[in-house]
């Protein structure tokens, strides 16, 4: 391995040409899925799925395809996707709690994880739980790792890799050293350029966390594959206005219902109907949240996500969101609050 100290890179990165970023801009959520809408260079959707009143901070900013995102929120949500081509992201989980998942990874200890380009991710991010990641370049950083380690990076690079590195802990303090706009006016060309560097060395001096001969492990994956079958036709079925059963579920995936509740067990917390039932809350707090028509009504809304008992479907609805769907409605225009700070998240949401 090439230390820090190691010899300059043939091939250097370089930016892509534009105007440099902006200060860090801090927002305050109201709505899980407006943490989605504010990363609008993802494939991505966020739902809540621990109860009560949502409040999430987000960090962000970034040039050209460098961005750099810090998160946190005070209950727990479930956020799914798939990277842009050429576009992977070195990603840090911060804090420890069981719930915590990315992917196959369980309550992941302090790892690097590294997402390549269309890669689909499936993240559990529990309450309180910072998350920081930034985007990147991959083609740039495929030629920066291959230049310090040939052999080991020439292969190709495919799936979510976990990393132990010394480097974590350098890396995090000095990415989130950059959100402060007191210290960091902008992300500079210069700034992307050791940004890119100071990564290629980390994974330069990392190990690879390969567990794939465990059976726990085995299992997991086997978990994991289960529920995104079931929650990708649970998606389609959504789409196309359908409620789906157990039934569905378990002749979709293959398994039995005891199979299948396991594997939402181990992998989201819940059963397959309470997920179900959940991600229908969260459609429709969505709807409600975004609706630009001042004729929308919240039962149109609830029994086109097939909530026909509406007295049990508000009660449901306040239980998981802290509010009632009327609220929400009204509400509409307030769900991101815009704020700029020196500590952008220096003060933890509130639990109420």
Known sequence: MIDANGPEMSAPYRPESGAE????????????????????????????LGAGA???????????????????????????????????TISFALGSDPLKRFSHFLDPE???????????????????????????????????VRTLSPRFWERPLRGLHGFNTPETGRLVKGLLGLFNPEVNAGLSARTQSLLLDSIALALNQATEVLNCDSLKYRARQRAVHRVKRARDFIDA?????????MVELCAHTGCSARTLQYAFHEVMQMTPMVYLRTLRLNRVR????NTASTDTRVTQVATRWGFFHLGEFARDYQRLFGERPSETLAGSDAAISLHFCANPIGTPPQNP
Do not use: M
């Open 21 to 48: 970023a902006s200060a860090p801009e801090t927002q305050v959520l109201t709505h899980a899925h407006a943490q989605a809408q504010l990363q609008s260079w993802l494939e991505l959707e966020v739902h809540q």
């Open 110 to 144: 302090p790892l690097t994880f590294l997402l390549p380009e269309q890669t689909e991710f499936d993240i559990l991010v529990p309450a309180q739980v910072e998350t920081l990641y930034i985007c990147l370049e991959q083609d740039r950083l495929l030629a920066a």
């Open 237 to 245: 079925s959504l789409q196309a206005e359908q409620i789906p059963s």
């Open 286 to 289: 969505s709807a409600l949240q």
């Open 54 to 88: 949502y409040q999430g901070h987000c960090t962000h900013y970034g040039a050209g395809r460098t961005r750099l995102v810090h998160e946190r929120q005070n209950r727990l949500i479930h956020k799914t996707g798939i990277l842009p081509k050429n576009t992977c």
